[in-house]
């Protein structure tokens, strides 16, 4: 075996003796694009919605939940995708959370989660380290649609705008601060817990915004 990679490392080390320099640069560029265009071609495919759905366990609870929330059906006809709340737009950070997903793979392997009951026992955990991963990007998915320059206050109701104006501008809280419970249903967080102290509406679903505010 040892013979056998002594053997290959020479052949790669050695200055070519039937193609030119030119030929070698030009076919290892061909060969580049090629397979740039094959890895992103393959990291798109993980971020389409047949994708994220593929698999039972996502379907029958994430999705069919999300299906009953504003992101799925609105009065805009915008529907976000999986990919548009859970991975960020830019290459780097997109490459970064592809190599975290990689331990969801793991997990779907290994069967962590089957069945209905798993996911509710789970979703706490499952909940909270999604939260912290938004807290700490500065909910960076979020502005994948959402942006802060471009929100119109006058558009929004009172309790948003002031919020929006005051604590997201100031960077004393993220998105995800207040809108933990837009696509999927929160989980139960216990009796001791309690709201967020700056003020704001903490751990709310959207219908519970929509009721309050209007």
Not at 88 to 115: L, N, Q, Y
Not at 137 to 152: I, V, Y
Not at 156 to 177: M, V
Request: some cysteine; glycine content about 8%.
């Amino acid at each position: 075996m040892k013979d056998f990679f002594k053997r290959y490392w020479r052949i790669l080390t050695t200055p070519s003796l039937h193609f030119s320099l030119g030929f070698l640069t030009l076919g290892g560029f061909i060969a580049g694009v090629f397979f740039w265009g094959g890895f992103n071609t393959a990291v798109e495919a993980t971020n389409t919605q047949q994708f994220c759905v593929a698999c039972h366990e996502m379907e029958r609870n994430p999705y069919r939940e999300m299906q009953g929330t504003i992101h799925y059906t609105n009065r805009s006809g915008v529907r976000a995708q999986c990919a548009d709340c859970h991975v960020p737009h830019d290459w780097t950070h997109k490459m970064a959370r592809k190599m975290e997903a990689s331990k969801e793979v793991w997990g779907w392997i290994f069967g962590t989660i089957r069945t209905e009951e798993q996911f509710e026992a789970k979703r706490r955990e499952l909940a909270e380290r999604e939260w912290s991963r938004l807290r700490a990007n500065d909910s960076l998915e979020c502005r994948n649609c959402h942006e802060f320059e471009h929100m119109d206050f006058t558009e929004q109701s009172p309790r948003a705008a002031r919020a929006h104006s005051t604590t997201l501008a100031e960077g004393e809280a993220t998105c995800i601060d207040c809108h933990k419970g837009i696509a999927h249903e929160l989980p139960d967080m216990g009796p001791d817990f309690e709201p967020h102290s700056a003020g704001l509406p903490g751990f709310e679903s959207w219908v519970a915004h929509l009721e309050r505010d209007g």
